[in-house]
Structure formats: C-alpha cells, structure tokens
C-alpha cells in the first residue's frame, strides 16, 4: 500500500524546545521532502533528500535541520523552536519510477507557544 | 526564480456545473505540471499531470496547458461538494528541479 506516514499530526512546544517531526514512506522512493504550508504562501520547501546522508537545502532551511538515516524515514529537527515556525509541516516522496509524483502525507500541525 | 500563481483565490460553484481554475508560472521552460486537491487538515492527492502542450484527462478533472501563454488551466466537470478543497498547482522545470507551489484556489461546491 502507497503511504507516506507523518507523525505526531498535531504538536505544541514552547519557544525554545526542540521538535521532531517524522516521517516514513513504504515505497522505496529515494527522494524525500519537507514542506511547510502557511496562508497565503502556499508550499514552501524546507529541505530535500535525494538519498541516505544526501540532504539539500530548499528554499527556507533557516532554523530547521533534517536526518536520512534509512531510505524509508525522514526526520525534521527545529532544535530550538521559534513562534514563527508555527505551521502545518508536510512530508513527501517520490521516485523516477512514480513519474516524478510527489506522494504527500496528511501533515504535522506544530504550534509554538 | 519560479514564480506560480493561482487565481482565483477563492470559487464557489453550483453541484454540476463546470468549475475553471487558473494557474500561471514565470519560467517558459517548464514542462512538468501538476495539480493537486487537498481537502481541509488533510494531505495532497495528485489529480492530473500534464506535459505538453493540450489537455489532458483523468476522470472528471482536465488540464489544459498553454506553455507559450505561461498559463494552466484545471476544469472540473460536474463538481460535488465533496470536490469542495483547496486545489493546488505545481509546476517544475524538469526532472530533476524542484517543485513550485501556487498559492491555491479553495473551490467549495454548493449542493
């Protein structure tokens, strides 16, 4: 079954905390994504995974890191939470043989209080 | 740098008739295009992508694409309140490059 799982769905931290948000795909799809989505601004990507340790910025990595230690799971990090990183974070994935299709999970709501 | 836009914002639409949502992009070498439904607290799920110049069909949902006019197009014939969502474009230049998003259109379909 084509999944990509995200976990926790919903998440509140105090400024300053770390965050750890997860995500796993049983497809086998090398690339891997972080989206946050805010109103008004649509998608914004985080970071990208094209493999295992083979991480890329997006176009708003500042104050977030990511982790690809297995192929099926990729981590985002805020390790010291900030009031504007509340968000809706979405994970994706995707492989040559899906044609290129990105597959979404149901997000990760975060606030930060 | 990509820039997608989506219009209009918002579109409310009668049960059955035709909706019509617009997607333009800034880079006319674009060639992967992409729209997506993403109904309230919930994940995208891929309707129709489209890679040349024409439409293209799946189920009820047709894209049109006009590279030369910067401009995508969904129609969604004979729309329920259940295709009531926010629709999303994404346009990438290649295989290989990154996915932009539009900002999106909330469709809600009146019964």
């Known amino acids: 079954d084509m999944k990509v799982t995200q976990m926790p769905r919903y998440l509140i931290k105090r400024m300053g905390e770390n965050v750890l948000l997860e995500c796993g795909q049983d497809m086998s799809h090398e690339t891997m994504y972080w989206y946050r989505q805010d109103p008004g601004l649509g998608l914004q990507l985080i970071y990208i995974s094209y493999d295992v340790d083979s991480n890329s910025e997006g176009d708003i990595p500042k104050g977030y890191r990511v982790s690809r230690k297995k192929r099926e799971h990729f981590s985002l990090i805020l390790d010291s939470a900030k009031t504007n990183q509340t968000s809706v974070y979405f994970c994706?994935?995707?492989?040559?043989?899906?044609?290129?299709?990105?597959?979404f999970g149901e997000g990760s709501r975060l606030i930060v209080v | 740098q990509q820039k997608v836009q989506q219009s209009p914002e918002s579109l409310t639409v009668s049960e059955g008739a035709m909706a019509s949502l617009n997607c333009t992009f800034s880079?006319?070498?674009?060639?992967?295009f992409r729209w997506y439904r993403q109904h309230s607290a919930k994940g995208l799920e891929v309707l129709v992508s489209i890679f040349s110049d024409g439409e293209k069909e799946e189920g009820r949902f047709t894209a049109h694409l006009n590279r030369a006019n910067l401009h995508v197009s969904l129609h969604i014939r004979e729309p329920q309140p259940s295709d009531s969502a926010v629709y999303l474009c994404?346009?990438?230049?290649?295989?290989?490059?990154?996915?932009?998003f539009g900002g999106g259109t909330r469709l809600t379909v009146r019964p």
């Open positions: 994706a994935s995707t492989s040559g043989n899906s044609g290129n299709t990105l597959y």
């Open positions: 880079d006319g070498t674009s060639n992967n």
């Open positions: 994404a346009v990438r230049r290649n295989a290989g490059a990154k996915l932009t």
